[in-house]
């Protein structure tokens, strides 16, 4: 698998971001490795808080936490995904699959033994870390959830997988944010679903990056914090991974990641560990998914499920230290 390594020097004097890196090497799953970047703060006795980021960022989104965290007493442990960060990225779109994302986190956690795990995670996080809470139920102590999903293509026909896919075909390139935005507002019957508009963005559009992305969803945020999400990827090489994650999702029947995602949401009626949600209101995306997790996960029956004020889909971003407040006292309410 041909792959591109960010120098370091684009990790230098970065915001709010003063951590040394570490590694450990997964199986790439051509029969060579890759190498995982990840942030490990706070006592290395404690049980683990795994940080899971999503797309188009990096362990950065979850800075304003990671203080938080260690502070209380926490190991705190925030891996780049594959493609992402200061981890590899292998160069060809074909190359990131569904299922090849959650065996590298799969090797990534058992390398590094995680028990006792508390998971947060948001947009493709969670996608990935459900999944491995469904693979290892043992090694997860409770999970909080933010903005994320576990698609699933529930209540879709499958005769709608070939029409639909035509119809993505057939949607123009959204050029910029303001055009996906658009997209997402102004849907009509018989349209492509507005997830399509993003999936198009990301996969053709030659102004897409993840600077891009956070300037015009997260206004608030600094300039050299905004830079900060483009440093991993110095040109057009480096974003395979990033081009490649919203054409993942299996939103339609067909999908091959859809029994796999089934089989998870099983193993989840299942787990009775304390699971939490906290959703922001103001996020288009993933507004409504906490409901299922609050029907369906037993561990989420009688939790202080809560939604987030004044926050878009990056949560870390707008809310980081409410998020981390509201991690903290889940972990102190839920000894496991």
Known sequence: MDFVRTPDARFESLPAWPYAPRYVSVADGEGGTLRVHYVDEGPRAAAPVLCLHGQPTWSYLYRKLIPLFAAAGHRVIAPDLVGFGRSDKPTRTADYSYARHVAW????????????????????????????????????????????????????PDAAAVPLRALYAQLPVPKTMLEVARGFAATKPGAAPPFMHWQKHCAESPAFTPGNVLRAMCPKLAPAEAAAYDAPFPDERYVAGARRFPTLVPILPDDTAIPDNRRAWEALGRFAKPFLTAFSDSDPVTKGGDARFQAEVPGAKGQPHTIIAGAGHFVQEDAGEELARITLDFIARTPA
Request: a positive charge; aromatic letters at 6%.
């Open 105 to 156: 986190m799969r090797a990534f956690t058992l390398a590094l033994d995680l028990r006792g795990i508390t998971l947060v995670c948001q947009d493709w996080g969670g996608l990935i870390g459900l999944r491995l809470v469904a693979e290892l139920p043992e090694r997860f102590a409770r999970v909080v959830t933010s903005n994320t999903g576990l698609p699933d293509a529930r209540g879709i």
